[in-house]
């Protein structure tokens, strides 16, 4: 009786041994991760715009449109028509649009439409995955999403320590295996951030 006993406790660590040894372990999911978001139309340093003057007199423009095509700098400041400094950095594209036509009417039109358009924004991905680059931004991104993107993971990924950096410089570790399993801890991801998967050892 004992040894039947002994010979059931060895087969079952034997068993536990395999299922760890070949990533079959149970993975527990933890509290879910709370990260900063900003709204998607909100103006960040480096991201590149075109800006329309329309409405305006052709004199002005040429054709009743000026057209600027510009990139935010670190400290948000932008110079347009007639050397009109605005600071976009942090704004949303409708009150930069408001701003522009504050700084314009009355006082040097008596109409004028500013257009504010955001350019492509990106994403990272590098580590073990299989194309490693920057891809287009798309809404409702996430980890996992965004890890398929590029192709998926290597067979040497390490899934369960993948980091991500958001905008403000804070880095989140994201369990891959759990975010499988539950979408709720698949971390969003906005524009300009960068995910890093490493090497299993």
């Known amino acids: 009786m004992n040894r039947h006993l002994s010979r059931c406790l060895l087969l079952s660590a034997c068993i536990a041994c395999c299922a760890a040894w070949f990533g079959c ?5 933890g509290p ?6 900003f709204p998607l139309d909100q103006i960040r340093s480096q991201d590149k715009l075109v800006i329309v003057f329309n409405d305006i007199p052709a004199a002005a ?31 949303t594209v409708a009150e930069v649009q408001e701003i522009i036509k504050t700084n314009y009417v009355p006082r040097i039109y008596l109409n004028l439409t500013p257009t504010v358009t955001i350019k492509e924004r990106y994403f990272f991905v590098y580590g073990e995955v299989r194309r490693a680059d920057r ?43 759990v975010a499988e399993k539950n979408p709720a801890h698949d971390m969003k991801v906005l524009p300009g951030e960068k995910i890093h998967v490493p090497r299993r050892f």
Do not use: M
Request: glycine share 10%; net charge neutral; aromatic share 8%.
């Open 32 to 37: 879910l991760q709370v990260r900063e978001l």
């Open 61 to 91: 423009g040429g054709s009743g449109a000026l057209i600027h095509e510009v990139t935010v700098p670190d400290d948000g400041s932008i110079t347009l028509h007639l050397n009109k400094t605005i600071n976009v950095k942090g704004r």
């Open 135 to 177: 891809y287009v931004y798309t809404p409702d991104l996430t980890v996992l999403k965004a890890i398929a993107t590029s192709g998926g993971f290597t067979d040497f990924a390490n899934r369960s320590e993948i980091e991500l950096t958001i905008f403000n410089g804070n880095k989140f570790l994201i369990n891959g295996k």
């Open 25 to 29: 372990e149970s993975v527990k999911p």
